[in-house]
């Protein structure tokens, strides 16, 4: 069975500065990753996703995403927050394992400060 | 183009009753996705459609919970017999399976959401 863990539920950065969302994932078989990101009172959108190409994976906005297969980890990166990156971040992982299952982690509000 | 929409945007029901939530996919999209977002948590799934395939129903919570999807389209989640702990935002999201060449591998374009609150 899949899972995928949002190891903070809440981060703070300072405009300007990296941002770092972390996600560890777990599956049985070769798992498909993604990051959607929910601005407030806006739907779903997706930032960038991995499907078993490149490990290093380039989204919108300027994020990006590392496939470490040895860590089980896909944390989401960004070297300089903007003030519009505020919002909440969702670590997907997705495998046919048992049938088509799609796993959201539980989310991680980004706060970004002045 | 036109993406994916639900229907109502709120609802607002007495406990007991029942519900009708409508999602209408993209078009040509294939696979269509049911979840739940309950206040401060993650999304739950709650079920697949794909293509004429039999949904996968494993994430529905209870027998209160049934959906519906006619001629490949348009999905219709009911709720019966609504209680409190039902009242969250259903998300509905749709994809072209099949374009990245793997199962699951697709993205997925979400609705805007049915608020549910259940008195």
């Known amino acids: 069975a899949q899972s995928v863990t949002q190891l903070d539920s809440h981060v703070s950065v300072s405009e300007g500065t990296p941002v770092l969302l972390r996600c560890n994932y777990s599956s049985s078989y070769s798992p498909s990753l993604f990051w959607y990101v929910q601005h407030p009172n806006k739907g779903l959108q997706l930032l960038l996703k991995?499907?078993?190409?490149?490990?290093l994976v380039k989204g919108i906005n300027g994020f990006e995403a590392e496939f470490k297969k040895s860590e089980t980890s896909f944390h989401l990166t960004k070297p300089s927050a903007h003030m519009s990156d505020a919002a909440e971040y969702f670590c997907v992982v997705s495998d046919r394992g048992g049938g088509f299952k799609t796993i959201f982690g539980a989310g991680t509000r980004l706060f970004v400060k002045a | 183009g036109a993406g994916v929409s639900q229907s109502p945007s709120n609802k607002v029901t007495e406990k007991g009753k029942d519900v009708e939530l409508r999602c209408d996919p993209i078009s040509g999209h294939t696979a269509l996705y049911w979840y739940r977002q309950s206040l401060g948590q993650g999304l739950e799934f709650l079920i697949y459609?794909?293509?004429?395939?039999?949904?996968?129903k494993s994430g529905l919570p209870s027998d209160r919970f049934s959906a519906e999807r006619t001629g490949g389209s348009v999905s219709t989640l009911t709720i019966q017999r609504t209680q409190q702990e039902d009242s969250a935002v259903y998300l509905c999201a749709s994809s072209p399976t099949g374009t990245s060449g793997r199962i699951g591998a697709d993205t997925q374009y979400f609705g805007p959401g049915t608020r549910l609150t259940v008195l």
């Open positions: 459609f794909q293509g004429n395939s039999a949904p996968d």
């Open positions: 991995y499907t078993s190409a490149a490990t």
